[in-house]
């Protein structure tokens, strides 16, 4: 007997730190924490803020797109309701018939978000694929078209307004400054990615990328997929509603607008943009899209247009997103072989770079034309006097179009056969290697 339990594997047995990933989550939080105090400007430290908001609301989404393989489009509901009931709540926080501080509010918004997962994330689950994404989208229009029919709830065109600063201060904390409210979105934005990584690495996390792989096995091996993405879809609508929550506490202020089909669409757009196959992908997809919603809409009014575009060429070339041609060149870099690659690099950008600029040429012109024919036909552009009724400006647009893509194609072409290369190279290196 004493033989035998000798002879039994040890119960416990030494892991060692994972000292990369305590730099990353390191890193993460002192990023979030010495962000605003690098700039002196109000905007910047709203972007943080609304940075924050989307990089949770991006996640989440990710739990059903990325992790899940469900392509919803009505995910704007659970954050928008989330973001209604937290405004209601602090309403009544400020009427006094709510106990609780406004640093709670964000966690009735994620209550509220996975209420609703629980109510129509049923019927939602029922189905997978194609049908799956037409119920998101069936659900979210009826939501959206139930914000302007019930103004008692949803305030009706003019939404819902509210004032954060009730209460008593609680260390001089009032979350009316907008650094203070910066922050106290950082530690939800910092605790809720946590969480969420640690959801990807428990069974149920596991048991839904088998869902998302290969569904008819995981049914042959006794596990419901209905239910795993039923769970997937609640845990989801929890955090988009802190989202919600944050969004609320953020702007005081609630409208239509959150439950509306262009939120879901956007939360689609750059989670994908971002990389919906890795999980710091919808990170990079929440900086962006505050970036594009914010900047990008005040330098041009086709902003629209070159989302599109840029979504265009990212699934033509990079279908991975960014997150993807991070990976990819990390790896490279691993083996020592990125020096390569660096004048490839350069003559890809330079040239973009030319074809860029003959297609905001004409897409700036044809909008002024269309926009501010009023104004005049001169328009400045790059530092550079256009005029939209001019032969010429028209001509060198399309000559810089035309020349830069030409050379960009070139350059790819190099770039694509250098790059097998240096894979080839690679699997030499991995499999001289194993010999050894």
């Known amino acids: ?59 989440s989404y990710n ?77 979210g229009e009826l939501v959206f078209a139930m914000s302007l029919m019930i103004p008692e ?37 910092f605790v809720c990615t946590a969480a969420m990584y640690a959801f990807t690495r428990t069974p149920l996390g596991r048991v839904l990328n088998a869902v998302r792989d290969n569904p008819e096995r995981v049914e042959f091996i006794g596990y419901s997929t209905q239910r795993v993405r039923y769970l997937a879809f609640i845990i989801a609508g929890f955090f988009a509603g802190v989202s919600g929550g944050l969004y609320s506490v953020n702007f005081e202020i609630v409208t239509a607008e959150v439950v509306g089909a262009a939120r879901s669409g956007a939360y689609l757009l750059f989670t994908f943009l971002g ?27 086709a902003w629209l247009l070159y989302l599109g575009l840029i979504f265009l060429f990212m699934v033509m070339y990079a279908p991975g997103g960014i997150a993807s041609l991070i990976m990819m060149n990390l790896r490279v870099a691993a083996f020592g072989m990125l020096g390569r690659l660096w004048v490839s690099y350069l003559a890809l950008g330079g040239t973009a770079a030319v074809m860029l600029a003959g297609a905001g040429a004409i897409i700036e012109m044809i909008y002024h034309l269309q926009l501010n024919a009023a104004l005049g036909p001169q328009l400045r552009y790059m530092g550079a006097m256009l005029n939209a009724k001019s032969l010429d400006s028209w001509f060198g647009s399309v000559f810089v ?25 690679i699997e030499k290196e991995i499999r001289r290697r194993e010999s050894l």
């Open 63 to 139: 739990m059903l797109l990325g992790q899940g393989g469900m392509l919803s489009f009505g995910h704007a509901v659970y954050t928008g309701l989330g973001s209604y009931l937290a405004i209601h709540a602090l309403n009544s926080v400020g009427a006094g018939t709510l106990n609780i501080p406004v640093s709670l509010v964000p966690l009735v918004g994620g209550v509220a978000g996975m209420g609703f997962a629980v109510l129509l994330g049923y019927v939602t689950t029922k189905k997978a694929g194609t049908p799956f994404a037409m119920i998101t989208l069936g659900i």
């Open 401 to 425: 179009l035309l020349t830069g893509l030409g050379l960009f194609e070139v350059a790819r072409r190099h770039f694509v056969r250098q790059w097998n290369e240096i894979q080839e190279d």
């Open 275 to 301: 990389g919906a196959t890795f999980f710091f992908g919808p990170i990079i997809g929440g900086v962006l899209m505050v970036l594009a919603s914010v900047l990008l809409s005040e330098l041009t009014k």
């Open 1 to 59: 007997m004493s033989q035998a339990i000798s002879m039994r594997q040890p119960l416990f047995h030494f892991k060692p730190y994972n000292v990369g990933r305590w730099v990353i989550w390191g890193g993460f939080a002192l990023v979030m924490l010495l962000a605003p105090l690098f700039t002196t400007s109000s905007l910047a430290v709203t972007m943080l803020s609304q940075m924050g908001i989307a990089i949770i609301a991006c996640l």
């Open 153 to 189: 709830f949803f305030g009706g065109e003019a939404g819902v307004s509210s004032n954060r600063v009730v209460g008593k201060p609680f260390m001089g904390i009032t979350f009316g400054p907008q650094i203070q409210v910066y922050y106290l979105i950082a530690i939800y934005t």
